[in-house]
T-cell receptor, first 116, second 114 residues
């Protein structure tokens, strides 16, 4: 079975450029998460979608970050303009949520972003 | 809101020795508890989770964890580690109602040497 698929796996970009990270969740899952991992702050939830609707975007750092989920099989996380402090590993994850919680969340392999 | 504290950032251990990775949590509501493992340059993979029932939970790769509500802990154990267990281990919680977002601890790096 295909897991959560992220692209690109690695991206090096110059400060000020636009970065778009892409995610294909596991087929049939109705919840999608974007997490960011850094040495200093660990794993932080950026945004959470349920049935393609953003439920919690309180973790989105600032207006430079935006996320969309136009359909159940695709999501993007965009940073415009990018800054060196955005360098991190960005994980997309998905799960099938049925009213309560405790459902297993499956992670992609991450997109390693370096902004120089 | 929930928070997770992993007391050890790094745990060095020799192969075939037992290991315990500590996790404490804080929450104003009841929670579900998880342990995830991250191998180098990979995503996170679920090791085990506690939802209800027996407080001793068995997971993959010979790991187990025990939920202790009075001490708000969920420590991870393995009786005999292998070199291949070298990885970062994350404890996480989510509220047991509503939406299932995970709050992670900072992680513990398990370093297994021969």
């Amino acid at each position: 079975d295909a897991g959560v698929i992220q692209s690109p796996r690695h991206e090096v970009t110059e400060m000020g450029q636009e970065v778009t990270l892409r995610c294909k969740p596991i087929s049939g899952h109705n919840s999608l998460f974007w997490y960011r991992q850094t040495m200093m702050r660990g794993l932080e939830l950026l945004i959470y979608f349920n049935n393609n609707v953003p439920i919690d975007d309180s973790g989105m750092p600032e207006d430079r970050f935006s996320a969309k989920m136009p359909n159940a099989s695709f999501s993007t996380l965009k940073i415009q303009p990018s800054e060196p402090r955005d360098s991190a590993v960005y994980f997309c994850a998905s799960s099938f949520t049925t009213g309560g919680s405790g459902n297993t969340i499956y992670f992609g392999e991450g997109s390693w972003l370096t902004v120089v | 809101a929930q928070s997770v504290t992993q007391l050890d950032s790094q745990v060095p251990v020799f192969e075939e020795a037992p290991v315990e990775l500590r996790c404490n949590y804080s929450s104003s509501v009841s929670v579900y508890l998880f342990w995830y493992v991250q191998y180098p340059n990979q995503g996170l993979q679920l090791l085990l989770k506690y939802l209800s029932g027996s407080t001793l939970v068995k997971g993959i790769n010979g790991f187990e964890a025990e939920f202790n509500k009075s001490q708000t802990s969920f420590h991870l154990r393995k009786p005999s580690v292998h070199i291949s267990d070298t990885a970062e281990y994350f404890c996480a919680v989510s509220p047991n109602s509503g939406y299932s977002t995970l709050t992670f601890g900072k992680g513990t790096m398990l370093l297994v040497s021969p």
